[in-house]
């Protein structure tokens, strides 16, 4: 391997010879890492999802682009890497150079070029030297609420749970979304009338580490905090609020975390959680602090979300499990235990919908959660991945036996084991498989990119990896009406609307 570190705000690297592929690198958790080939990908729809999914500031970028670093791929295999070693920089891939862009002036970047492995062996001990790498702790394995009851949870129901799973080797049982008030507003809602508290008692009683969900960088409007604090969020250089996607049916606002009051709430916030008895804090959409946007102290974007970042951490010690999701990657680094590092799994492989109509791979999908995933397991070295649940019984989802197995190697590969399955879907057999693979480490080879050995059987991922083709001529006009519908507030209300009620059945089954 050949390389060397420079310094520049807008560094050109000639690519000596024809490249075959590019390697992006999403923005946050949830964005897509893939390699692709060269032609340029369509723009992921809807656009009213851009600052939820994806780096907004490059979305609308035709060359192959990624957020701190990219590559090329050349016929033996061999890559070549331009990777920033600070945050706001972004790499495309320009005529015959990769091109180093910069949000704040010069930084420091490693070019390499040899066997990929080699090169980001490298990169990541150059990047753990600059951000640090949490404590190690062990791999937790985890019940998660949300992809069975989604926001359909209550006190009685996880209370139950608990009991389920006490005998099933389990650390943690997270609580997920549904528990909240509102996004903003993190007191508990009339389905937790006993609070919080008594929750992570009944879970701790079991013998297990209470885990809870918070997205604390992101309020809707209808929430208290937004209307009693207009000024701790984040606006644009025109004054208006600058608008951090949209979910749960309504429009979402990012806290500026260069606010001196701000850092004082989301200190109380962690002391809180903690004061409840969770050590398990799993902090979603974290890339909301992180848009651009006019900011109390001008710090540059990526840095006042870490800024905010690193007080949470504090506040909630190094003895709690932090858990970092829909997080922008670089900038997390060395502040959190565990990054999420793909988007949602759902109980399908993928849906045609949103992976044609919408060519968007940062939706829930089991295809788009390994695929981005799979790109990102050279961060290992830095931060323990989460590559989202794994489903054990074949109630509760769409998929097939071998698709199952996939997402399961996936998660030993991680060493991060977590499920949502409900105790009562299980058969005997699926129960018995569930304790074997939570109870025993997998031995894990790399063979190549996308093949594995575990526990000696040979596993390859390889059918994760293909996007959808895009669409061409008529189709293409068909697509861009679906993409102007999807784009209206109704559209994904109507969707909210419709997985809130399926997430409504599947309670109403627990309780027969
Ligand atoms: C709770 C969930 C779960 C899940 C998180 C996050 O619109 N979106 O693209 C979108 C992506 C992910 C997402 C929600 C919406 O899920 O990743 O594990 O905690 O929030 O709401």
């Not at 989604?150 to 006190?155: L, Q, R, V």
Request: include cysteine; hydrophobic fraction near 40%.
């Amino acid at each position: 391997m050949e390389y060397q570190i420079i310094r520049s705000a807008h560094p050109f690297v000639k690519i000596p010879k024809t490249a075959q592929r590019y390697l992006v690198h999403g923005w946050q958790s949830w964005s897509l890492a893939s390699w692709i080939d060269l032609s340029p990908l369509p723009i992921p729809c809807p656009q009213i999802l851009h600052p939820l999914q994806y780096d907004p500031v490059y979305i609308q970028e035709q060359k192959p682009h990624g957020s701190w670093y990219g590559a090329v791929e050349f016929d033996d295999g061999n890559i070549l890497l331009l990777g920033a070693l600070g945050l706001e920089t972004h790499v495309r891939m320009n005529g015959e150079y990769l091109e180093g862009l910069s949000e704040a002036g010069a930084n420091d970047w490693l070019v390499a070029e040899g066997v990929e492995r080699d090169v980001f062996d490298l990169y990541s001990q150059l990047l753990i030297h600059r951000f640090g790498s949490a404590p190690r702790k062990k791999p937790p394995r985890v019940w998660c609420s949300w992809y069975s009851l989604y926001t359909a949870i209550d006190e009685k129901i996880l209370n139950q749970i608990c009991r389920q799973v006490q005998e099933l080797p389990f650390d943690v049982i997270q609580v997920d979304d549904g528990w909240q008030q509102k996004v903003g507003d993190w007191q508990p809602n009339p389905k937790f009338p006993s609070g919080m508290k008594s929750l992570a008692k009944t879970i701790c009683a079991q013998g297990k580490q209470a885990g809870l969900w918070l997205a604390p960088l992101l309020a809707v409007k209808s929430s208290q905090l937004f209307r009693k604090h207009p000024d701790w969020f984040l606006k644009d250089q025109q004054g208006r609020f600058v608008v951090a996607g949209f979910n749960w049916g309504e429009q979402l606002f990012a806290l500026d975390t260069t606010h001196p009051q701000v850092l004082e709430w989301l200190q109380s916030l962690m002391q809180m959680v903690r004061e409840w008895g969770f050590d398990y804090v799993k902090l979603d959409f974290l890339y909301a602090a992180a848009l651009p946007g006019k900011r109390f102290q001008d710090l540059p974007r990526e840095t006042a979300y870490r800024q905010g970042l690193k007080v949470m951490r504090q506040s909630l010690g190094d003895d709690a499990y932090l858990l970092a999701c829909g997080a922008p990657i670089f900038p997390s680094l060395g502040l959190c235990d565990a990054l999420r590092v793909g988007p949602d799994v759902s109980g399908e492989w993928e849906n045609n919908r949103d992976a044609v109509l919408l060519a968007n791979p940062a939706i829930p999908a089991v295809r788009n959660a390994i695929r981005t995933t799979l790109h990102r397991l050279w961060l290992e070295t830095i931060v323990q991945i989460d590559p989202d649940v794994v489903y054990f019984t074949s109630q509760g989802n769409h998929l097939t036996n071998e698709q199952r197995q996939l997402l399961q190697d996936l998660a030993q590969i991680c060493h991060f084991r977590a499920t949502s399955d409900l105790p009562h879907w299980f058969t005997e057999k699926e129960l018995t498989s569930l304790k074997q693979y939570l109870e025993k480490e997998a031995d894990v080879q790399w063979v190549d990119r996308y093949t594995f050995r575990v526990d000696g059987r040979v596993v390859d991922f390889s059918s994760a990896i293909p996007l959808a083709q895009p669409l061409t001529g008529i189709k293409e006009l068909g697509r861009n009406l679906f993409c102007w519908l999807a784009n209206h507030p109704w559209a994904l209300k109507l969707i909210d609307w419709q997985s809130k009620r399926a997430a409504e059945r599947t309670r109403r089954s627990l309780g027969e």
